[in-house]
């Protein structure tokens, strides 16, 4: 799939209103993440250029944050819980579903950005169990069929 350009100006227009802060670095990353779901190279380029931080420094901040993402994501997120109380109610049976149905493994992104699909450690709803955040929406008592039909209407 071919990769859409890249257009810069919504990050100057970030970058216009923190220039003149020091330590604006996170909050810079921040946005430009909110603009393009991901951190790619030229922008991460752009910001150290403009900001004048190193490129170095700015590649150690995106990569000590979890919270900042070096590859492209796809537009919705699956975040399956495989906490202890997700595991024995059956989350083992679902990932390996959304695995085999979407063709990649957890922690990946559909070829077509259409899914990335990650597995996680307790969504803090383990009354729920098994549960999955899609997008920003939580969804219990899952069963592999129900999430099948969840992921095959995601476009
Ligand atoms: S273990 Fe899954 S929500 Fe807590």
Request: hydrophobic residues 40%; proline residues 6%.
């Amino acid at each position: 799939m071919t990769e859409e350009p890249l257009d810069l100006t919504p990050l100057y227009r970030v970058l216009e209103q923190y220039r003149a802060q020091r330590g604006a670095l996170i909050p810079v990353l921040q946005k430009a993440q909110e603009l393009y779901g991901w951190l790619p190279k030229p922008v991460l380029e752009t910001i150290a250029r403009e900001m004048r931080v190193p490129l170095s420094q700015v590649y150690g901040v995106v990569t000590f944050y979890a919270q900042f993402y070096l590859t492209r994501r796809g537009r919705h997120i699956i975040r399956q819980c495989d906490g202890t109380a997700c595991h024995v109610r059956g989350a083992g049976r679902i990932i390996s579903t959304v695995e085999n149905r979407l063709g990649i493994r957890a922690g990946e992104t559909t070829p077509d950005y259409r899914v990335t699909y990650e597995v996680v450690y307790c969504l803090g709803s383990c009354g729920l169990a098994p549960v999955a955040m899609v997008d920003d929406q939580v969804v219990g008592h899952l069963v592999p069929e129900t999430m099948v039909k969840i992921v095959d209407q995601l476009q």
